[in-house]
């Protein structure tokens, strides 16, 4: 069974910087799109970033595009999420997720076969 762990998260001033990573403990990583998604309190969950198998087909979300960027290694099955610039409205719980293997990642959530449990992101004002 596949699974994703995030890590990360924290807390930190407006203007501050976090990297997330995620692992993925299964063997398929390397065939798999992979993306970012948040949900605020209150809010459903959003869209963050996604990026291609080979690293391309990179998207980002109009409200983090210029200050996030999600990257890749295959070697080490992980995906990353780092966020420069953080406002207080990018308070979320993180989580990524991973597509089935060989399909292309898309910014819809029921699209994605894996999720990780989370890992909470605080910006303080």
């Known amino acids: 069974q596949v699974q994703l762990v995030e890590s990360g998260g924290g807390l930190v001033q407006a203007g501050g910087s976090l990297r997330l990573a995620c692992v993925d403990s299964?063997?398929?990583?390397?065939?798999?799109?992979m993306a970012w998604f948040r949900q605020a309190p209150g809010k459903e969950r959003e869209f963050v970033a996604r990026?291609?198998?080979?690293?391309?087909?990179?998207y980002y979300a109009d409200s983090v595009k210029g200050r996030f960027t999600i990257s890749r290694d295959n070697a080490k099955n992980t995906v990353y999420l780092q966020m420069s610039s953080l406002k207080p409205e990018d308070t979320a719980v993180y989580y990524c997720?991973?597509?089935?293997?060989?399909?292309?990642?898309?910014?819809?959530?029921?699209?994605?076969?894996?999720w990780g449990q989370g890992t909470q992101v605080t910006v303080s004002s």
């Open positions: 997720a991973a597509s089935p293997p060989f399909k292309m990642p898309t910014e819809w959530a029921h699209d994605y076969a894996s």
């Open positions: 990026i291609g198998r080979s690293g391309d087909n990179i």
């Open positions: 299964g063997r398929t990583f390397g065939v798999k799109g």
